[in-house]
């Protein structure tokens, strides 16, 4: 299954400028999901993080993997147009390199453990083969 970012928007409420993922390429749920950003120089953030020497804020980095995580959720959870996924919390996140304006971000989501209303998930985001962050986050349903 692949969503453009019309789908993505279906199923999380977040809008420029904090929608962190713009496609998703691969969605097998229960099983794995991956999702695309792609790192502009106009990103709003790099105004300030830093000037001189652009790096993508990690935090922003962990929302984005929290992003697809939710869409991972959504239909492994078969969710369709019931209720909302919201990200919990994130454990051990670790930053290996630097992500930088041009660079694509392939966001890598598996299961580590889905219970009926709540889940964590495995990330990695890796750049061409070099993996530059990975956590496991927690998600969880808000019921309508």
């Keep these: 299954m692949i969503l453009d970012i019309l789908e993505i928007q279906k199923i999380i409420p977040h809008r420029y400028p904090f929608l962190m993922i713009d496609k998703v390429v691969e969605c097998v749920p229960n099983k794995k999901l991956t999702a695309i950003k792609n790192v502009s120089t106009n990103e709003q953030f790099f105004q300030g993080h830093f000037p001189g020497e652009k790096i993508m804020p990690g935090v922003l980095i962990i929302e984005a993997m ?17 209720d909302l996924v919201y990200h919990l919390a994130k454990t051990d996140a670790r930053f290996h390199h630097p992500v930088v304006p041009g660079d694509q971000l392939r966001i890598e989501i598996s299961s580590v453990k889905l219970l009926p209303k709540t889940g964590i998930i495995r990330a990695e985001v890796k750049v061409g083969d070099k993996l530059v962050a990975e956590a496991e986050i927690g998600l969880g349903i808000k019921e309508a």
């Design 66 to 82: 929290a992003q697809a995580g939710c869409v991972y959720f959504y239909y492994s959870k078969n969710l369709q147009g019931k």
